[in-house]
């Protein structure tokens, strides 16, 4: 079994008065990628903490991941009913104020619905469930998650999704854009039989987003199976997500 590293002192006392990065990740009923997203915190080098969807006592994790899956099964729409979790509640209070908030997937939808990000996510437009290795491209590297990354550069992560196809009017995606908000794009020159193109119909090829502040970022591949070598896509170009984040709360 490899062995993985422990939760890395970041500095004196730490963002919340701690030696430890926290990184808290939400369970719902129907989540199938919180174990693994704990496993992208840890290999990081931060602590990461479950979080029960019932319980509103965020722990005090200095940041918080929802990740992918199909919460409550995506009943009546994917992320709808997670969004009346109770501790959606003080995560959306406490992404208001500052704390650095990732979606992936599932996650997502689930920050759609609860309006700390703009859009919708709908069925995919040639409405098959999808799951290939997905190029991106980096928009924004100045968000509290990305920062790791440049501006321009190119990266591959798993995509697993049905209900993917982002969406909103035309006044919000002029804003997006306008104010530099879209954070990951697919990358479309390619055959999509080799892992290019837009894979669900999303418009203006968005695959993620960020909200004004650059604390909130929410996207639609997932980062968490593209952290080691020996898995995933057998590539690392996920981590960055995570130890930005790092980086991000050891230097706030």
């Not at 290999?43 to 199909?70: M, N």
């Not at 992320?79 to 209070?93: L, N, W």
């Not at 968490?224 to 057998?234: K, Q």
């Amino acid at each position: 079994m490899t062995a993985h590293p422990s939760p890395t002192t970041t500095r004196d006392g730490g963002p919340s008065g701690r030696g430890n990065i926290r990184v808290g990740v939400i369970t719902f009923p129907g989540t199938l990628d919180d174990r693994d997203t704990q496993r992208a915190v840890r290999a990081a080098g931060a602590e990461a903490v479950p979080l029960w969807h019932r319980d509103k006592d965020l722990h005090q994790v200095d940041a918080v991941v929802l990740p992918g899956g199909f919460s409550y099964g995506d009943y009546l729409r994917a992320g709808a009913i997670s969004r009346f979790s109770p501790v959606m509640g003080t995560v959306i209070e406490q992404a208001r104020a500052g704390m650095p908030v990732l979606g992936i997937c599932n996650g997502f939808q689930v920050l759609t619905e609860t309006h700390l990000l703009p859009g919708a996510m709908l069925r995919n437009n040639h409405l098959h469930f999808i799951c290939r290795d997905q190029k991106l491209r980096v928009e924004n590297a100045t968000t509290a998650w990305t920062s790791d990354y440049a501006r321009g550069q190119e990266i591959s992560i798993p995509l697993k999704n049905i209900d993917g196809r982002y969406v909103a009017d035309e006044r919000t995606l002029d804003m997006l854009e306008a104010e530099g908000r879209v954070a990951f794009r697919y990358v479309t020159d390619g055959p999509t039989a080799d892992g290019y193109g837009n894979p669900n119909g999303s418009l203006r090829d968005i695959a993620g987003i960020t909200n004004e502040a650059g604390n909130v970022v929410g996207l639609m591949p997932h980062p968490e199976h593209a952290v080691e070598p020996l898995i995933g896509t057998g590539r690392t170009d996920g981590l960055g997500f995570f130890t930005s984040i790092l980086k991000k709360l050891v230097n706030a």
